[in-house]
Antibody, heavy 122, light 108 residues
Framework: QVQLVESGGGVVQPGRSLRLSCAAS????????MHWVRQAPGKGLEWVAV????????YYADSVKGRFTISRDNSNNTLYLQMNSLRAEDTAVYYC???????????????WGQGTLVTVSS | EIVMTQSPATLSVSPGDRATLSCRAS??????LAWYQQKPGQAPGLLIY???TRATGIPARFSGSGSGTEFTLTISSLQSEDFAVYYC??????????FGQGTKVEIK
């Protein structure tokens, strides 16, 4: 069955960096686009970033553009989110989610990981 | 950016009753609309995609309708496990992929 397992969260000071990972299994990882979505405590869902199945395209929310970098390692079935210059408002649970199959233009997020909590605080 | 607006923010329903949740898009998203369910302490899970297609394993009491800018999620007879927060999301015009602010379905 499809499994997505995030790791790498924790407490970090403002201005510092953190890298999140999402280990995928149960499907052919290299054929799906992957997303990061976050949820601040008590708040709704906010899309963060996407990477195409082959890494050829990446898009970011304006709130993280220039600070966060999404990447993937298809040989190791792992998705990453490098987060630099962290701010208090980046505090959230970060979820990875599976997106579109190959060149499909639009798709819902059909599988989600359990999330990893990032707390930005001094 | 397409803004998704859900109503009501909170819906109080008795077990066995019908629940109707609304989602409006600021511009047409065709049928590229999904609904997710999130229970406390859990990740969201896909309920409906393509505005009206149930995801794998989703019970028939969940149904979605609409197209363009107006969408509805209906739960025909609420079960105890259905009390949760529900989000709509458009995946027609991106980036960004955008979510509504959520509707909390609580026990009346």
């Amino acid at each position: 069955q499809v499994q997505l397992v995030e790791s790498g969260g924790g407490v970090v000071q403002p201005g510092r960096s953190l890298r999140l990972s999402c280990a995928a299994s149960g499907f052919i990882f290299s054929t799906y686009g992957m997303h990061w979505v976050r949820q601040a405590p008590g708040k709704g869902l906010e899309w963060v970033a996407v990477i195409w199945y082959d890494g050829s395209n990446k898009y970011y929310a304006d709130s993280v553009k220039g600070r966060f970098t999404i990447s993937r390692d298809n040989s190791n079935n792992t998705l990453y989110l490098q987060m630099n210059s962290l701010r208090a408002e980046d505090t959230a649970v970060y979820y990875c989610a599976r997106g579109a199959f190959r060149t499909t233009i639009s798709a819902a997020f059909d599988y989600w990981g359990q999330g990893t909590l990032v707390t930005v605080s001094s | 950016e397409i803004v998704m607006t859900q109503s009501p923010a909170t819906l109080s329903v008795s077990p066995g009753d019908r629940a109707t949740l609304s989602c409006r898009a600021s511009q047409s998203v065709s049928s590229n609309l999904a609904w997710y369910q999130q229970k406390p302490g859990q990740a969201p899970g896909l309920l409906i995609y393509g505005a009206s297609t149930r995801a794998t394993g989703i019970p028939a009491r969940f149904s979605g309708s609409g197209s363009g800018t107006e969408f509805t999620l209906t739960i025909s007879s609420l079960q105890s496990e259905d009390f949760a927060v529900y989000y709509c999301q458009q995946y027609n015009n991106w980036p960004p992929w955008t979510f509504g602010q959520g509707t909390k379905v609580e026990i009346k």
